[in-house]
């Protein structure tokens, strides 16, 4: 009786072991869409059930939600988040559903304070908790923010998810932004490596913003892919990089923030919490050891920030770091006065 039980242990583990590191992997690699769900997890969707339609339902005050239709005709979701000091009535601020659309597209295009345009990373959307902390932020040091969703994220539309579609909506926002303030105010653009790829293509029309925020980034998705902790459980097996790297590079899902950083120009802080579990630390350093090796040790072009592991701020709350208002005024300072000058 002992040994026919054992015998059906051992079947079952054999019968496990082969579906998890052997069938289950195959499926991954010719299947694009399960590679699609577990890179951009749009399917994470929190908090749940937000009425994006009134951001002060999230403690988002004095914002306004808005749609644009992109050139693809894709709809996109996003907020402004005005400044406090000398932009809007406070009365408005405590009530934002009283600003009119017209109050908020005045000041966006007289706005003589830097706009930061966020571009968040997978999962979640824009009411995301810790992404409200760098929105409030940026408010309390009187600058502009703009948020969105790419699609299938939040509120916008349902469409094809890929590197391209959601580099096709950031590249649409930014010009939008671009258009919106007449070219004519200083732009800050603020997390995740997208935004990378968004640059070097506005590059070759010769635009370029005065600064670029990195946040937690990795240098490319081969290596994050290789050094997530999830992947750690396969990572020894023969066939990883064929099942896992590989399938995702074929299927341009690249994210090259290591090759797309090259043609950036403008000056780039890049952030990075050494107890980041999600991104490992050293990704980001390989990113940042791209880019200066492009743009031949420039440190006053490219710099980078070691955040202590004693902080305990991990990969989403760099928003918490005492001195982030500080870098972010500093860096502000820099480029914005040599525009303006």
């Not at 999830?230 to 990089?241: G, N, S």
């Not at 590989?246 to 899902?253: G, V």
């Amino acid at each position: 009786m002992y040994c026919r039980y054992l015998f059906w242990i051992m079947k079952v583990s054999i019968i496990t072991y082969l579906v998890i590191f052997g069938l289950l992997p195959i499926i991954f690699h010719y299947s694009y869409t399960i590679q699609k769900r577990i890179l951009f997890l749009n399917f994470v969707n929190w908090p749940l059930n937000v009425d994006f339609s009134k951001p002060e339902s999230v403690g988002m005050r004095g914002a306004r939600n808005f749609y644009l239709i992109t050139d693809q005709q894709v709809k996109i979701g996003a907020w402004w988040v005005a400044m406090f000091k000398q932009v809007l009535p406070h009365s408005l601020l405590d009530d934002s559903t009283l600003a009119t659309d017209e109050d908020y597209e005045t000041v966006l295009s007289n706005a003589k304070q830097p706009v930061f345009l966020y571009m968040h990373g997978n999962s979640g959307n824009r009411a995301s908790s810790h992404r409200l902390e760098l929105y409030k932020l940026f408010q309390s040091l009187d600058y502009h923010v703009i948020c969105f969703d790419y699609r299938g994220y939040g509120d916008s539309e349902e469409a094809e998810l890929s590197e391209v579609g959601v580099v096709a909506d950031s590249k649409y926002v930014l010009e939008w932004l671009l258009n919106k303030v007449n070219g004519s105010i200083t732009n800050y653009f603020v997390i995740y490596s997208v935004s990378t790829h968004v640059l070097a293509l506005l590059a070759a029309k010769n635009i370029q913003p005065a600064g670029l925020f990195l946040e937690s980034p990795f240098n490319n998705i081969a290596e994050e892919l290789s050094e997530h902790p999830l992947a750690q459980i396969f990572k020894h097996l023969p066939w990883f990089h064929w099942v896992i790297v590989e399938s995702f590079y074929k299927n341009n899902l690249r994210f090259e923030s290591d090759k797309h950083i090259k043609n950036v120009q403008c000056p780039v802080m890049i952030l990075h919490a050494e107890d980041d579990h999600v991104v490992p630390f050293f990704l980001g350093e390989k990113l940042y050891e791209a880019a200066i090796s492009y743009h031949g040790n420039n440190t006053n072009l490219v710099q980078f920030i070691r955040i202590d592991s004693s902080h305990g701020l991990g990969h989403k709350y760099i928003c918490r770091y005492k001195e982030l208002p500080n870098v972010i005024k500093s860096f502000v300072a820099g480029p914005h006065k040599n525009q303006t000058e």
